[in-house]
Structures are given as C-alpha cells and as structure tokens.
C-alpha cells in the first residue's frame, strides 16, 4: 500500500457504513449484510474465505461486527482500508447515540418506536436463516451430506441442549483439522505439525 | 487522567473475556460501568441499552462511545471505543494472516469445510432468537406476515436488503404501533 486508492477506499467506506446504518439488534444481526457488500456487491471474497472470517470472529472474544470490518477492511485496502471501514461501521452509529440520546429519551415509550423495532427483528431472522442455509448448502458440497448433516446435529446440541459455548466447539473443530493426520500421502506433513 | 485509564480497563475486560459478540459482552460492560467504576445506575444504564438497541449499528461500539463520551467526552469515546475494538482486532488479523498464507494446505481446507456446518447451525440460533423476539413483541400473525413478505422481497424478487429494512421500519411504524 503505498498510494492511497481512493475509489477503493470509498467503497469500503459505503459498504461498511450501509452495513452499519442498516443493521438492527447489534453487530452478530448484520453478519448476513457483510456478506451481501463483501461477497455479492462488491465480490471482494467467496463465501469459503467469508465463513472462515465468520468462524475465526466466532472463536475470537470481543464484538464481531468490528473484527469483521476491521480485518476485510485491512485485506482489501492495507492498513488505510482497516481504519476506513472501522470508521464507518461506528463512528456515524456512536455519533447518532450521543447526538440524539437527550431527544430519545423522551420518545424511547413511544408506539411508534416500539412498533418500528419489533417490525425489524424477523426481517433480521430472515436475513440470518438465508446465510444459515447458503451455509449449509455449500457443507453438502465440500462434505457429503452424512457428514454435513451428522456435524449440523452434533453442533446444535453441543449448542442448544448442552449450552456449549460456540467457541468452544469451533476452536475444537480447528484444532481437529490441523492436528489430524491426513490420510495417506500426506502422513509427513502430518509428523511434522 | 486517571478516568481515562479506568475507561480503558473498564471496556478492555469485556472486549477480551466477552465470547459471542457485543450483545454478548453487555453484562459485562454492565458490571464495569455500574458495579465496579459507579458511572451510572442499573436503571440508567438500561435506559441508555434500551435506547442503543432501538438505534441502528453495532452494540458494544456504540455503548462505549456513549459512556466513553459521558465520562470523558470526545477523547473518553475515542479511549473506550478502542480499548472494545482493538485488543481482538489485532487477534483477529493475525490469526488471520496465518491461515492465508497456509491457504492451500490440505489442514486448512479441512478446516474451513468442518467449521462451516457449526457456523451455519450458528447462525441459524441467531435466526431462531431473532423470530423469537418478534413473536414475543408482535404476535405471531405479524411475525409470520413480516418473514413471508421479507423472504420474497429477498429471495424471490431480489430487493436489496436496504430496502427491505427501511419497507419493514415503516411497516412496523404505521401497523404495529
């Protein structure tokens, strides 16, 4: 990165501030909105490089929607890009919080604004059980549909009726793949990891 | 001074423990600002949530600036709103870094493909909470007009999501109010 492209830069910044502005019910609800800029619009990666970000998010503390932007803001426009797509996807939402905090306060009771976001969370859900779907079409693909579904079932339990944390079983996923030996013609590397 | 150095510790701890997003990190933040630091009251506090849920954008973010501002105005923001981001960001990026470069090894493949059915079910609990909630705030007759109307805006006729968002705010605006 030694000249700054702008065009670049401006699309990072729409994107993420799009993203930003658009999304209701915190960073994790506008996962499916990264994915329509980065992989549809802007084609800037393919859905294999997105869910690996997904994942690595996932395993990684803190908020997911600013490692999101902060990481593909960096791969797609250096250091420049990682600022510019920070800046977008918070400044103007934290700008708008402490602008309008003292107005809002007194309409937070209002129908209006009660109506107006509970309208938006199954148009959330929506949006989350498309990507869940794209998702687990693609698992198909790679995995064979046993394997697919046979992980699908095994992660939702670990999930919903033993309460494993995400992380937990995604970090043991990883370190499943990378330390297993791979079959045959790969034994060497595998003595080597 | 030394606000400044609390506010960092006070929205560190959450960004570093806090698994799950910034939803997740809000009972932590919560214990920082109220319990431990005494910069608000349990009640303001969740006036202050209440409010950031019904405005667009990341949570975590948008708490800390709000706070970070209140406490120590443009620079308290800017020391709050770092000490969330940066810490797993810089993670993030090297780990990152890590798997490009070892891109075509056969591990990492087989990784990408074994994590994407847990990502996905993940995902898909999201989903499920996000129906949940709106069963719970407007019915399900709405709940289910709203998901039928979005899932052919999105899938069928191709609306861009922008649309569909701003369609459903004034849905909820006139029908639901």
Same mark, same amino acid.
């Given at each position: 990165?030694?000249?700054? *492209?702008?065009?670049?830069?401006?699309?990072?910044?729409?994107?993420?501030?799009?993203?930003?502005?658009?999304? #209701?019910?915190?960073?994790?609800?506008?996962?499916?909105?990264?994915?329509?800029?980065?992989?549809?619009? #802007?084609?800037?990666?393919?859905? =294999?490089?997105?869910? *690996?970000?997904?994942?690595?998010?996932?395993?990684?503390?803190?908020?997911?929607?600013?490692?999101?932007?902060?990481?593909?803001? #960096?791969?797609?426009?250096?250091?420049?890009? &990682?600022?510019?797509?920070?800046?977008?996807?918070?400044?103007?939402?934290?700008? @708008?919080?402490?602008?309008?905090?003292?107005?809002?306060?007194? #309409?937070?009771?209002?129908?209006?604004?009660?109506?107006?976001?509970?309208?938006?969370?199954?148009?959330? +859900?929506?949006?989350?059980?498309?990507?869940?779907?794209?998702?687990?079409?693609?698992?198909?693909?790679?995995?064979?549909?046993?394997?697919?579904?046979? &992980?699908?079932?095994?992660?939702?339990?670990?999930? =919903?009726?033993?309460?494993?944390?995400?992380?937990?079983?995604? +970090?043991? &996923? @990883?370190?499943?793949?990378?330390?297993?030996?791979?079959?045959?013609?790969?034994?060497? =590397?595998?003595?080597?990891? | 001074?030394?606000?400044?150095?609390? /506010?960092?510790?006070?929205?560190?701890?959450?960004?570093?423990?806090?698994?799950?997003?910034?939803?997740?990190?809000?009972?932590?933040?919560?214990?920082?600002?109220?319990?431990?630091?005494?910069?608000?009251?349990?009640?303001?506090? %969740?006036?202050?949530?209440?409010?950031?849920? !019904?405005?667009?954008?990341?949570?975590?973010?948008?708490?800390?600036?709000?706070?970070?501002?209140?406490?120590?105005?443009? /620079?308290?923001?800017?020391?709050?709103?770092?000490?969330?981001?940066?810490?797993? /960001?810089?993670?993030?990026?090297? $780990?990152?870094?890590?798997?490009?470069?070892?891109?075509?090894?056969?591990?990492?493949?087989?990784?990408?493909? $074994?994590?994407?059915?847990?990502?996905?079910?993940? $995902?898909?609990?999201?989903?499920?909470?996000?129906?949940?909630?709106?069963?719970? %705030?407007?019915?399900?007759?709405?709940?289910?007009?709203?998901?039928?109307?979005?899932?052919? %805006?999105?899938?069928?006729?191709?609306?861009?999501?922008?649309?569909?968002?701003?369609? !459903?705010?004034?849905?909820?605006?006139?029908?639901? %109010?």
């Amino acid at each position: 990165m030694t000249t700054l *492209d702008f065009p670049l830069q401006k699309d990072i910044f729409i994107s993420f501030f799009r993203t930003g502005m658009l999304g #209701y019910g915190g960073g994790p609800a506008t996962i499916p909105l990264v994915h329509k800029e980065v992989v549809e619009t #802007y084609g800037w990666m393919d859905d =294999e490089e997105f869910s *690996d970000i997904l994942a690595i998010a996932n395993t990684l503390p803190g908020p997911i929607m600013t490692k999101m932007a902060g990481y593909i803001g #960096y791969q797609v426009g250096g250091k420049t890009g &990682l600022v510019t797509a920070l800046a977008a996807s918070v400044l103007p939402t934290v700008v @708008i919080m402490i602008a309008l905090i003292s107005v809002l306060i007194n #309409y937070r009771e209002a129908p209006i604004v009660q109506g107006m976001t509970s309208a938006i969370a199954p148009v959330v +859900g929506v949006m989350l059980f498309m990507l869940t779907f794209n998702f687990l079409r693609h698992s198909k693909k790679d995995l064979g549909w046993k394997v697919a579904i046979a &992980l699908s079932v095994v992660s939702l339990i670990a999930f =919903e009726l033993l309460g494993l944390h995400p992380a937990i079983l995604i +970090g043991a &996923l @990883i370190i499943y793949a990378l330390l297993k030996k791979s079959p045959s013609n790969n034994k060497k =590397e595998g003595e080597a990891a | 001074m030394i606000e400044y150095w609390h /506010l960092f510790i006070a929205f560190l701890i959450p960004g570093i423990v806090g698994y799950g997003g910034g939803p997740a990190s809000i009972p932590l933040i919560e214990y920082e600002v109220v319990q431990r630091f005494s910069w608000m009251t349990t009640q303001e506090f %969740a006036e202050v949530l209440a409010l950031g849920n !019904a405005l667009p954008g990341p949570i975590a973010t948008k708490m800390a600036g709000y706070i970070g501002y209140e406490v120590g105005g443009v /620079l308290g923001a800017t020391v709050a709103i770092s000490a969330t981001v940066i810490p797993s /960001l810089v993670a993030m990026i090297v $780990l990152l870094k890590l798997l490009v470069k070892y891109k075509n090894s056969p591990k990492v493949k087989r990784m990408t493909a $074994l994590i994407r059915p847990a990502i996905a079910i993940l $995902l898909g609990v999201l989903a499920y909470q996000f129906f949940q909630t709106s069963y719970e %705030a407007a019915g399900l007759v709405q709940t289910i007009i709203l998901i039928v109307l979005s899932f052919l %805006a999105l899938e069928r006729w191709n609306i861009h999501p922008a649309y569909v968002i701003v369609g !459903a705010l004034t849905y909820g605006a006139i029908f639901l %109010a």
